[in-house]
Structure formats: structure tokens, C-alpha cells
């Protein structure tokens, strides 16, 4: 089954999310604004911008028909441990997550989750984890189609010459969280 008829069959992209309910809240940290979204399943989205505004749009343009709703006091307990983790990555955290893509970007997620904090990684390395070591031009494209910044840890992939590259949520902010992770390895 090709990419494109995985996302087609993926209720959320064909529905647009219609029967979900996704709670969600902003909040201000070291990295700019910080979105952080979760169906019952867990969490589907973190998203780092500058515009809390813009951030609730891709939201709603990534999930358009679902209902949206402000967080809860349970919900706030994972907002302070993703806010945590982006200002200590030495911490490190583990939460549910309700993922959606194709079976390639899938097989890129969990194998950029097994990086270290402190180490990184090129993108021709994680295609060849994922057994597709030709593939690495289609491993970039997976890292910015990751929908869960900073707990699917793509800031750790770079160039093969060890050069930032884009960034989804701007190589600012990758080069200042490959900056904070530096301490982990250096303890």
C-alpha cells in the first residue's frame, strides 16, 4: 500500500477528526509558545511556535472537524511535564501518545524516540535502523511531518556532515535544545 493511500484510509485525515475530541492548551516557556494537544488516546500534538495563535490554527486545520476543547487539571499535569522536559531534557518523559501517519513515518517516529538525549543522529543512520538505507531524503521529510516536537525527539537529526538543518519549528530552537542536551552528555 503506497504513502499516499495509508493517509487516505487514516479516519482522522479522511474524516478530518469528526468523532474525536481533542483537549488542548498553550502556554509560554523558554522556546517561545509551546501547544500541546491529546485525544482520550494521548498526546497527538506539540507544536513550538512564536504565534500562540497560529498554533491553535494548525490544530484545528490538522484535526478541522474535531471538537477542540480547552484542557483540564488532569490534562495540565502533562502540559507542566512537556514544559519540564523542554527545559531539562535530562528528565526525560514518557507519556501516551495517539500517533497518526503512514507505516514509514511510523517506523521514523519510533526510531527517532530510541535517540538519547544528548546524541544525534543523520538521517541516512535512522533509514538504515529502519532497514530503508536508501531513504534518508524520505526520513527528513518524516521528521517535518512530526506532529510531537520535542517527546519525538527529530531536533537529534542532522546533517551527515553534523550541520543543523530545517527544522519544523525553527533551527533556533533545535540548535538551542541540542545546546541544553549537551549537558546530558557531558554528566
Given amino acids: 500500500m503506497s504513502a499516499r493511500q495509508m493517509l487516505r484510509d487514516d479516519p482522522i485525515i479522511r474524516t478530518g477528526g469528526d468523532w474525536m475530541t481533542i483537549r488542548f492548551t498553550v502556554k509560554e516557556c523558554s522556546l517561545g509558545s509551546v501547544l500541546i494537544a491529546a485525544t482520550e488516546k494521548g498526546v497527538c500534538a506539540i507544536f513550538l511556535g512564536d504565534d500562540p495563535d497560529f498554533l491553535a490554527q494548525n490544530l ?4 478541522r472537524k474535531a471538537r477542540i476543547v480547552p484542557g ?3 490534562f495540565d499535569k502533562w502540559v507542566t511535564e512537556v514544559v519540564g522536559l523542554m527545559e531539562k531534557p535530562a528528565i526525560g518523559l514518557e507519556l501516551p501518545l495517539d500517533l497518526r501517519g503512514t507505516d514509514f513515518q511510523l517506523r521514523v517516529w519510533e ?4 535517540i538519547p538525549a544528548g546524541s544525534t543522529v543523520n538521517y541516512t ?4 535502523r529502519i532497514g530503508r538505507p536508501t531513504a534518508a531524503r524520505a526520513v527528513a521529510q518524516a521528521c517535518g511531518a512530526n506532529p510531537i516536537a520535542i517527546v519525538i525527539p527529530c531536533h537529534r537529526v542532522v546533517r551527515t556532515d553534523e550541520s543543523l538543518s530545517g527544522y519544523r519549528w525553527g533551527v533556533e530552537r533545535k540548535a538551542e535544545l541540542l545546546e541544553r542536551e549537551k549537558v546530558i552528555r557531558k554528566m
Avoid: G, P, Y
Avoid at 484545528?60 to 484535526?63: A, L, M
Avoid at 526510531?111 to 530510541?114: F, H, N, S, T, V
Fill in 60 to 63: 484545528q486545520d490538522r484535526f
Fill in 72 to 74: 483540564d487539571t488532569e
Fill in 111 to 114: 526510531a527517532l524516540r530510541e
Fill in 125 to 128: 543512520d535512522i533509514a538504515k
